[in-house]
């Protein structure tokens, strides 16, 4: 039977949602795709407990608007702006964190220090973004939450980190964790079990969510006039054309495209990674 770690009733925040309800288990990671980080940053907030909100947010059954505190002892939180503590170093940060709970976790903070090869004697001041942002990673994680809700964690983050990140978030999963990650990008997003996509105040489920690492945005110029009506047969998710030039969302393999583009005459051509809003606004179609 599936133990039911956050609930989400009813949840209404002004200009943000409506009435949102859903479920995330123990044992599962589930992603929720915003079309903006001002999205994401406002309903994190809510699930940390730190803004006005009607409805209730439950962490296995208990309310944090009205059990913050206790909470804090088996949920973290990630937040996607970073602690600044510019006269302590790693090390003297972990201990002043590590104060607020029971236990000794100097072995693990070692460990995911170790891991991420981040020096404990270095200044918190002389942190890059993404060293940061591991700091920030390692603070929700070192004291084994059984619920993590992580905000934006791989925003310009370099793929090796996030492979160690989603690595970690796995083992939460395979441990009976529970774990809810917010994006306003498509980054890690093949991890999660089950996606949510926020819009219009509203949130719905996307089952098909992995198919959209397909997804490529090709900018195409023709030579011919003939070819152009080839191309528009490939794909209906035109975003826009004038004359011989157009830009579009391809869905299928890049490599079935650009084989049939060999046999043509081209003057130009451009292919890149489309946003989210342009993902978002495809699949919802």
Known sequence: MERTA???????????????????YAGQIVGILTK????????FDALCGKIKYD???????????????????????????????????????FLYSSSFYQGDFKQNIASYLNLFNLNPNQAMESLNYEQSAIISFIDSIFFNPEVLILN??????????????????????QNGYCVIIIQSSLDGILICDKTYIVDNQSIIEYDDYKKVRNYKKVYLELCNENDLSLILGT???IIY???????FIYKHDI??????????????????DPSLNEVLNDIQK
Request: glycine residues 2%; charged residues 30%.
């Open 6 to 24: 956050v609930e989400i009733k009813k949840l209404s925040i002004k200009n943000t949602l409506d009435e949102v309800s859903f479920k995330a």
């Open 36 to 43: 903006n980080i001002d999205t994401s940053n406002i309903l």
């Open 55 to 93: 409805g209730k947010i439950l962490y296995f059954n208990h309310n944090i608007k009205k059990e913050r505190k206790y909470l804090l002892n088996f949920v973290g939180f990630m937040p996607y702006y970073q602690k600044t503590f510019p006269k302590k170093t790693i090390s003297d940060y």
């Open 152 to 173: 934006t964690p791989f925003k310009d983050i370099s793929p090796s980190t996030i492979q160690k990140m989603t690595r970690i978030l796995s083992d939460f999963r």
């Open 235 to 237: 794909t209906s998710n």
């Open 241 to 247: 054309q004038h004359d011989l030039k157009l830009c």
């Open 255 to 272: 490599a079935d495209l650009l084989k049939m583009l060999n046999k043509l005459k081209i003057n130009d051509l451009k292919i890149e």
